[in-house]
C-alpha cells in the first residue's frame, strides 16, 4: 500500500499555503476550508469543480433546510449529467 493519492490530493494545499496567509480571521480560515472541501471532494467524484460548485449555488438556495435530508440533495452523486 502507499500513500500516493493521499500525498496527490493535499498537493493543492501544500502549494497554495502562501495564500492561507490572507485567512488571517477565523471566519476567513473557515471559508478558504469549506471551498477547499468542496472543490477536492468535486475532484474525487469526478466532477469539474466549477459544475458543481454552479450546482451548489444554484441548488442549495432552493433546497427545504428544515428537511433533514436536504443535503442528500446536493452531493456529488446527485449532480445531474447536463
Do not use: Q
Amino acid at each position: 500500500m502507499t500513500t500516493n493519492r493521499a500525498e496527490r490530493s493535499i498537493k493543492p494545499f501544500v502549494m497554495g499555503r502562501k495564500n492561507f496567509l490572507f485567512c488571517n480571521t477565523p471566519k476567513g480560515a473557515k471559508a478558504s476550508a469549506v471551498m477547499y472541501s468542496i472543490i477536492e471532494t468535486a475532484k474525487a467524484n469526478g466532477l469539474g469543480p466549477y459544475r458543481y460548485i454552479l450546482f451548489l449555488l444554484r441548488s442549495a438556495p432552493r433546497s427545504d433546510h428544515p428537511d433533514p435530508e436536504w443535503i442528500e440533495k446536493v452531493l456529488p452523486w446527485n449532480v445531474p449529467e447536463d
